[in-house]
Antibody, heavy 125, light 108 residues
Framework: EVQLVESGGGLVQPGGSLRLSCAAS????????MSWVRQAPGKGLAWVAT????????YYVDSVKGRFTISRDNAKKSLYLQMNSLRAEDTAVYYC??????????????????WGQGTLVTVSS | EIVLTQSPGTLSLSPGERATLSCRAS???????LAWYQQKPGQAPRLLIY???SRATGIPDRFSGSGSGTDFTLTIRRLEPEDFAVYYC?????????FGQGTKLEIK
């Protein structure tokens, strides 16, 4: 059974930093792209970042570029999100997702297939 | 960026009725890389439909997806009590990957 367990959320002041972790089990972690998706309280879903199996390719939504860094440790079967210069608008539940990915001549896709239960990040003074 | 607009915002129906949810994209969605998710309060989203019309593993056949280009539909035939939730469409073929704002399906 695929399991994704996030941790590391909490209350942080504006301008502060936080590192989220996601522990994966039930599948071969090193074989899958992974993503972070967030959801502000009472709001919809928003893609944050995606990382390739070997960690070399990374994509970010513009609003977090230069502030957030996605990374992974395949030996530890873990995904991370380092969040710096946090803002109030970063307040959200952050979900770790396993991605079904494909690359073809006509295009590529990155589908969040399995989701963890999320960890809440609150940015407030 | 592809903007996804879902309608209606809220849909009030009774168990046993048919639900039709719409998702319109601001530009054509690559190769129908359009998915639908269901989210219940306090839970993570669950993948229902991918590739516009393929059901994910374990999803009942009362859920169906259709559409291409810029117009997509999620249909739930004969609503069950557990189907009342928020539904999101998602395009996953063009970065930045985007979601619709959601349709809340509530019991009438």
């Amino acid at each position: 059974e695929v399991q994704l367990v996030e941790s590391g959320g909490g209350l942080v002041q504006p301008g502060g930093s936080l590192r989220l972790s996601c522990a994966a089990s039930g599948f071969t972690f090193s074989s899958f792209w992974m993503s972070w998706v967030r959801q502000a309280p009472g709001k919809g879903l928003a893609w944050v970042a995606t990382i390739k199996q070997d960690g070399r390719d990374k994509y970010y939504v513009d609003s977090v570029k230069g502030r957030f860094t996605i990374s992974r440790d395949n030996a530890k079967k873990s995904l991370y999100l380092q969040m710096n210069s946090l803002r109030a608008e970063d307040t959200a539940v952050y979900y770790c997702t396993r991605v079904d990915a494909g690359d073809y001549l006509w295009g590529s896709y990155r589908l969040p297939e399995y989701w963890g239960q999320g960890t809440l990040v609150t940015v407030s003074s | 960026e592809i903007v996804l607009t879902q309608s209606p915002g809220t849909l009030s129906l009774s168990p046993g009725e048919r639900a039709t949810l719409s998702c319109r994209a601001s530009q054509s969605v690559s190769s129908s890389y359009l998915a639908w998710y269901q989210q219940k309060p306090g839970q993570a989203p669950r993948l229902l439909i991918y590739g516009a019309s393929s059901r994910a593993t374990g999803i009942p056949d009362r859920f169906s997806g259709s559409g291409s280009g810029t117009d997509f539909t999620l249909t739930i035939r004969r609503l069950e009590p557990e189907d009342f939730a928020v539904y999101y469409c998602h395009q996953y073929g063009n970065s930045p990957y985007t979601f619709g704002q959601g349709t809340k399906l509530e019991i009438k």
